[in-house]
């Protein structure tokens, strides 16, 4: 495991802990630190993506500092998922606090 995961599984235990005596169960699958870059309906004709990722042979897509983080609450609809910014997290304030 890279320490990037490592702080990142670390910190998910955390919220599930911090959680629980507000009444909200813990997660119970492994947690798997991601990005998501894109959700596709399950009606959509994605042929040509499928084509395209299977022909890259370079998946290295750089790296980038985050200095910050927002909270998400996330409503399906009818229409599609509906996203509310519930907070913002700055994160080199938060390193600063724990260094």
């Known amino acids: 495991m890279q320490a990037g995961e490592k702080k990142l599984t670390e910190l998910a235990a955390s919220i599930d802990h911090a959680l629980l005596p507000l009444g909200l169960a813990a997660e119970t699958r492994a947690y798997r630190p991601h990005v998501t870059l894109a959700r596709i309906k399950a009606n ?6 499928r084509e395209h990722i299977a022909a890259m042979s370079d998946f290295d897509f750089g790296s980038f500092d985050a200095h910050e983080f927002h909270l998400y609450e996330s409503k399906p609809s009818a229409r599609g998922s509906v996203y509310k910014k519930l907070a913002t997290y700055d994160l080199m304030r938060e390193k600063m606090k724990t260094e």
């Open 44 to 49: 959509a004709d994605i042929q040509g993506l």
